[in-house]
């Protein structure tokens, strides 16, 4: 994942907006290295102390959506 901090902003707050559309678009904008270690991402946010509830919530939100559509598997378009 080689991006500038405002793509990084922009990726994250669309991960973990609670939107579904906003989620898999932004999830969909990765390569297949970058959805692993987002996917690895959002899990430790979500089962991790030290976050804070809302970030996890948020975490576990997205990795819902995501499993929901089976995109942690494979690229596929909302």
Same mark, same amino acid.
């Given at each position: 994942? &080689?991006?500038?901090? +405002?793509?990084?902003? /922009?990726?994250? +707050?669309?991960?973990?907006?609670?939107?579904?559309?906003?989620?898999?678009?932004?999830? &969909? !904008?990765?390569?297949?290295?970058?959805?692993? /270690?987002?996917? *690895?991402?959002? &899990?430790?946010? /979500? *089962?991790?102390?030290?976050?804070?509830?809302?970030?996890? /919530?948020?975490?576990?939100?997205?990795? +819902?959506?995501?499993?929901?559509?089976?995109? !942690?598997?494979?690229? *596929? !378009?909302?």
């Amino acid at each position: 994942m &080689n991006q500038s901090r +405002d793509e990084l902003e /922009a990726l994250w +707050d669309g991960l973990l907006s609670r939107q579904e559309e906003l989620m898999i678009k932004a999830f &969909n !904008s990765l390569d297949e290295e970058g959805k692993a /270690a987002v996917m *690895t991402h959002l &899990n430790r946010m /979500a *089962t991790e102390m030290g976050w804070h509830p809302e970030q996890a /919530a948020s975490a576990k939100s997205a990795l +819902d959506i995501l499993k929901k559509h089976d995109l !942690s598997k494979r690229p *596929t !378009s909302f």
